[in-house]
């Protein structure tokens, strides 16, 4: 599937992007319960520029964004993988769409925040080369989080 994917970069007001995110945040609640709008409260998609729609065969199975954290750094947002697409290296195809449009636009590094229940989300960012660090604003006093970094070089 990897090979014939194709990724296309665009922003929030993609409509499959949408339709993404909307799977996605329907994921998120199950996992998150009752924290699940604290979360969704740092999810707004009201200043994602650069999204990354993955398709296969023109139907989209993945996305992913980033924003600027500060002038040296983007946070990922909003990355997920239909279900049955899992496990095809398309996530890893997400980051380093992500990580190179980062690069070209000037950033050195790329933080992001993940549930410590979310064990491939976490062997995703470790495999990655992203190293977990200290958590982060709003992610600091946050138990379930697990904040990660990675050099953009």
């Not at 993404?20 to 707004?44: A, C, H």
């Not at 999204?51 to 296969?56: D, E, K, Q, S, T």
């Not at 890893?92 to 190179?100: H, K, S, V, Y």
């Amino acid at each position: 599937m990897n090979s014939l994917t194709v990724y296309k970069r665009t922003n929030s007001d993609n409509n499959h992007f949408l339709y993404l995110v909307k799977e996605l945040d329907d994921y998120l609640t199950g996992i998150n319960g009752e924290d699940d709008s604290f979360f969704r409260q740092f999810n707004s998609m009201d200043k994602l520029q650069n999204v990354i729609v993955a398709y296969f065969n023109e139907i989209p199975i993945a996305c992913g964004a980033f924003k600027m954290h500060n002038k040296t750094t983007i946070e990922v947002k909003r990355m997920y993988v239909k279900h049955e697409c899992r496990g095809k290296g398309i996530a890893t195809g997400i980051l380093n769409e992500l990580e190179t449009w980062g690069k070209e636009l000037g950033y050195k590094a790329a933080i992001l925040e993940t549930s410590n229940i979310m064990n491939d989300a976490l062997t995703l960012y470790i495999k990655n080369g992203y190293i977990v660090v200290p958590n982060y604003g709003q992610y600091k006093d946050v138990e379930s989080s697990v904040c990660f970094e990675k050099e953009l070089s």
